[in-house]
């Protein structure tokens, strides 16, 4: 089983609609969560930390359940552009902060 | 400013042959960390370097593969004898910190390997 784990999609989403999805992780020692937005054929780009409280940047909505160990991204108000696979990461300081990444979740606007 | 520069973007190699892939980080960063990332699945981790030193190479599939950091800025990931599995996106990254603090990582563009 992969530590961190999410729905490969897609999910196509009409322009304007919201699209929510999650991401669960098995290591109860994970620290630190983080949503990266890959495009096609490019490299991971932060697109926001995710914090206890939960937290919101813009039509970005993160949230983090430690109890039940998943996070997740809601997009409101979709756009064209949020066209992309959103990668769910997770870093524990004891393992050096390397990343761990999940498998992906693409998401697909269409007009 | 410049951002993370990996050369060469694309590389095709013949099965057996050896490859070297370079990752010029972003000046100052003192962490540099190198993944794998298959075709539809996520980056994994490979290794890392703070400065010089590499701290962490439990990612390594095998020991074909050898990075190097010598003088703490350009890093160099070699594959040899490679294998038709090792084909995969090669992705850099670099951050400011230490391994004792996150910092943002920033992603170089990363090297497709083809193997035939």
């Known amino acids: 089983r992969k530590e961190v784990e999410q729905d490969p999609g897609p999910f196509n989403v009409p322009e304007g609609a919201t699209v929510a999805f999650n991401c669960t992780y098995s290591?109860?020692?994970?620290?630190?969560f983080f949503w990266y937005r890959q495009d096609c054929r490019k490299e991971p780009k932060l697109l926001m930390s995710?914090?206890?409280s939960g937290n919101e940047d813009g039509r970005f909505t993160a949230q983090l359940n430690r109890a039940s160990q998943y996070i997740s991204l809601l997009i409101r108000d979709s756009k064209l552009s949020d066209s992309a696979t959103y990668l769910c990461?997770?870093?524990?300081?004891?393992?050096?902060?390397?990343?761990?990444f999940g498998g992906g979740t693409r998401v697909l606007v269409k007009p | 400013g410049a951002g993370v520069s990996q050369s060469p973007r694309y590389k095709v190699a013949k099965r057996g042959q050896d490859v070297a892939l370079r990752c010029d980080p972003i000046?100052?960063?003192?962490?540099l960390f190198w993944y794998q990332q298959a075709l539809g699945q996520g980056p994994e981790f490979l290794t890392y370097?703070?400065?010089?030193?590499?701290?962490?190479k439990s990612g390594l599939p095998s020991d074909r593969f050898f990075a190097e950091r010598p003088e703490g800025s350009v890093s160099t990931l070699k594959i040899q004898r490679t294998q038709q599995e090792d084909s995969a996106v090669y992705l850099c990254?670099?951050?400011?910190?230490?391994?004792?603090?996150?910092?943002?990582?920033?992603f170089g563009p990363g090297t497709r390997l083809t193997v035939l």
């Open positions: 990461v997770v870093t524990r300081q004891a393992a050096g902060n390397k990343l761990t």
């Open positions: 370097f703070q400065n010089e030193a590499q701290l962490d």
């Open positions: 000046s100052g960063h003192v962490s």
């Open positions: 290591n109860s020692a994970s620290q630190s």
């Open positions: 995710v914090y206890s």
């Open positions: 990254a670099s951050s400011s910190g230490d391994r004792t603090s996150y910092n943002e990582q920033f």
